[in-house]
């Protein structure tokens, strides 16, 4: 049985810092370098969250479908298997988790970083939804 502790506190890490950068009241109240802060903070929880998310997918896959079917595949092709076994819904909004995932190692310029933190509130409900059939699915 996979264990996915790791993930769900990671989840709601993720979840608590976006719900406190999405409150502008409190932020208003900080500095500029404390809301740099906390967004960054957001960026780095989506990052953990994200290579948790597809690492276990592929655990899950070769655990419950056949040992080695994740190996060696693209990214897309494993949110393909994850589809199909009903893990995610929608391939193409996990493609863009894994390209903002991708911007993240090579953000040089602000509206790259402010575009993946836009994005963590759809990652924050598509994670959530995998978490959910990953633990429902547990065999």
């Known amino acids: 049985m996979i264990q996915y502790d790791s993930l769900r506190k990671s989840l709601n890490a993720l979840a ?6 999405g409150n502008d009241e409190r932020m208003g109240q900080l500095a500029d370098i404390e809301r740099v802060a906390i967004r960054a903070g ?5 990052e953990i969250t994200y290579e948790l998310c597809w ?3 592929a655990r899950w ?3 419950n479908i056949s040992p ?3 190996d060696g595949v693209t990214r897309r ?3 393909r298997l994850a589809a199909e076994k009903r893990l995610i819904n929608d391939v193409g909004r996990w493609m ?6 991708n911007a993240t190692s090579h953000i040089c310029d602000f509206d790259k970083a402010k575009a993946v933190y836009r994005g963590t509130v759809d990652f924050v409900h598509d994670a959530r939804a995998l978490l959910r059939a990953l633990e429902t699915r547990n065999d």
């Open 16 to 21: 608590a810092v976006s719900a406190v950068s």
């Open 42 to 46: 957001v960026v780095q929880h989506f």
């Open 55 to 57: 690492k276990l997918i």
């Open 61 to 63: 896959l070769n655990a």
């Open 68 to 70: 080695g079917i994740a």
């Open 77 to 79: 092709q494993l949110f």
């Open 96 to 101: 863009g988790h894994h390209e903002g995932r």
